[in-house]
């Protein structure tokens, strides 16, 4: 067999692989700088442990274990920041400033959470919420903080 029509052959197999294939086309959207504790990134079905290093998906679900902290850096070099016994879900993540694609959107459903904006916060402030159960923050400045606690049982 010539070596042109092998590479043609494997070039054909891999581009029929990769269009069925979703891993290919996940985008890594930020990785966990740091955690400490039990912490997990729920994928789909999968818990995975989160460790220095750990790439995120959009749809990833973030958890802490009761003394557990997490930080995480987004590709637009925000910084996220998760207290323990802390639950949040990263909807979207759209970072592509070229093509005038920029979004994040996420969920804190329990715990205590710090956010510091990267370009997303400056180039498009609108793009950015965050929702708990009882409010949707928007992103007008820099850095906010943010704790959720379980409804009281009286009301």
Known sequence: MRPTLFVAIFLAT???MAQGNPVFAEETIGVVRNAEGVVTVT???EVLPATQGT???AGDILGT???ATLGIIFRDNSTLSLGPESRLVIDEFLFSPAEGKLGLLAHISRGTMAYL???IGKLA???ARFETPT???GIRGTYFAVRVEEPDAKY
């Open 135 to 137: 409010a949707s923050i």
């Open 43 to 45: 994928r789909g079905e």
């Open 55 to 57: 790439k995120l998906l």
């Open 14 to 16: 891999f581009l029929v």
């Open 65 to 67: 274990g009761p003394d």
């Open 125 to 127: 402030p609108e793009s």
């Open 117 to 119: 904006s990267g370009l």
